[in-house]
């Protein structure tokens, strides 16, 4: 821990907001980012074969994943821990521990 450099100088929630801007998705940027996942990525790889034909493998789950993502605010450790089970299909909702 004595090599871990500490950042004394406290930030306001302006300045954080503002170094966080353009890493946040706003309106319809969550829904074209959702597109690429399930289409245009595949479609920029075409030329590369290996990298399009893993794209049409994982497709529909990497769509899946990324819009559960962006639909319900979970972070990726809740959603790696998923199980099968902790979906209830009939009330479309998920468990997290």
Do not use: P
Request: charged share 30%; proline share 0%; with cysteine.
């Amino acid at each position: 821990m004595a090599k871990v450099d500490l950042n004394l100088i406290k930030e306001d929630q302006e300045t954080q907001a503002n170094r966080m801007e353009g890493k946040i998705l706003r309106g319809d940027e969550f829904e074209q980012f959702r597109n690429f996942v399930a289409h245009e990525y595949g479609l920029r790889n075409q030329s590369n074969k290996k990298a399009f034909n893993f794209h049409k493998l994982k497709q529909e789950r990497d769509t899946a994943i990324i819009s559960l993502i962006l639909g319900s605010g979970l972070r990726l450790s809740e959603i790696v821990g998923l199980d099968c089970d902790d979906i209830d299909w009939n009330k479309n909702t998920v468990r997290v521990i």
